[in-house]
């Protein structure tokens, strides 16, 4: 990874996270032999993925029943 893609992506995220996305791009491009443009906007798609799949979506549902009503 370029030194300039590394100082931008330490601005986006702390240290451990930036860590685990540089071992696991490392990992998959080892173990697939694939090669990518940008590493960091990889990391960075993987990130948002990450982000998305791990936010519950929004209910602000209201399942209380007061007395006399019905269900």
Not at 22 to 27: I, T
Not at 28 to 53: C, F, L, P, Q, V
């Amino acid at each position: 990874m370029a030194e300039r893609e590394m100082s931008e992506l330490q601005k986006e995220f702390s240290d451990s996270v930036l860590q685990d996305y540089v071992e696991r791009l490392s990992e998959y491009m080892e173990s697939t032999g694939r090669e990518y443009k940008s590493h960091a906007a990889t990391i960075r798609r993987w990130a948002n993925a990450d982000r998305k799949g791990a936010a519950p979506p929004a209910r602000n549902r209201d399942y209380t029943v007061k007395e006399g009503d019905t269900i």
